[in-house]
């Protein structure tokens, strides 16, 4: 963990938002992605991870994240946010188009290490990310479950969602079988993410 807290006290930039597979970066460096729902606390949970505050642009609008947009950490990898899914303030047909820009991504991104699924900690796993969940299994792309928000519900409440989202998972072909509970807020979980992704990006 000491390992990754210094690697992620690196550099880090923005470095472009892609609405089209043609315009992302070349497939040069390894990649993590983040997944959820809209409202589930991505950029914040990136902010953490690299401890700026305004890296990655939260906002009180769900849905605002409509582009793939790429950070390069330590010029060695590249943290990439997903378009969020649910219940975006737009129209259907604009929705399905970042949608399927998410889903290209996952299929064509031979560079991608891991794709980082958000659950929010207070509701568990919603039939929406199930949805998400079908297709990166079908997409044959490595995830992990990490729960954002873990400090707003007791401990034990925090062990039985980690519990049940394992029990969940435990037979979807894709699934990394560990779950992580976090909080951006209290910083909770963050070193251990930071040393999956260090593992899955740098150590293999």
């Known amino acids: 963990m000491e390992t990754a807290r210094v690697f992620f006290a690196q550099p880090v930039s923005f470095i472009m ?65 997903l378009p969020g899914y649910g219940f975006a303030r737009v129209s259907r047909s604009i929705a399905d188009k970042f949608q399927d820009l998410g889903r290209a991504y996952l299929r064509g991104r031979a560079n991608l290490k891991r794709v980082y699924v958000l659950i929010d900690a207070r509701h568990g796993l919603k039939k929406v990310d199930l949805e998400a969940l079908d297709a990166l299994d079908v997409a044959a792309v490595s995830y992990q479950i990490v729960l954002t928000k873990s400090d707003k519900i007791k401990p034990a409440e925090v062990d039985k969602v980690v519990a049940d989202t394992l029990k969940a998972i435990a037979k979807r072909p894709a699934a990394f079988p560990r779950v992580l509970a976090t909080s951006s807020e209290k910083g909770l979980g963050l070193p251990e993410l930071r040393a999956e992704i260090v593992r899955v990006c740098i150590d293999e």
């Open 17 to 81: 938002g892609a609405v089209r597979m043609d315009a992302m970066p070349a497939p040069d460096l390894p990649e993590v992605a983040f997944a959820g729902r809209s409202n589930v606390g991505k950029s914040s949970l990136i902010n953490g991870l690299v401890n700026q505050k305004y890296l990655a642009r939260a906002s009180n609008e769900p849905g605002r994240t409509r582009e793939i947009n790429f950070f390069l950490l330590a010029e060695q990898v590249r943290l990439v946010d």
